[in-house]
């Protein structure tokens, strides 16, 4: 990162995977792939993620972490993640992840 340059993290409303916006576009959401499309998307990076949550956790081997457990993500993929976001998934993109509606 260069000098000055500050880091946008933003949180996957889908899997609560903390990483930057660039790297949303770049490289998706390792989580909730395919299933959001936000690769190579600004807009849909800016639909399907958001820049308010709470804390983050760093994962390095979820099925042997409590806190992983704890906080329902231990069948993902390593890395950070959000305690808790601010926001919600449109209904398409619920049915896509089989959430249901609140």
């Not at 660039?22 to 490289?27: I, K, L, M």
């Amino acid at each position: 990162m260069a000098r000055g340059e500050k880091k946008q993290w933003r949180a996957c409303l889908g899997c609560q995977f903390v990483q930057s916006a660039r790297e949303f576009v770049t490289h998706g959401c390792p989580n909730c792939g395919d299933r959001l499309d936000m690769q190579a998307d600004g807009r849909r990076v800016a639909q399907c993620t958001t820049a308010v949550f709470d804390g983050m956790i760093a994962m390095t081997k979820p099925e042997e972490s409590w806190v992983a457990k704890w906080q329902r993500i231990e069948k993902r993929v390593p890395g950070m993640y959000a305690v808790k976001v601010t926001g919600r998934l449109m209904g398409e993109d619920q049915e896509r992840l089989g959430i249901r509606a609140a």
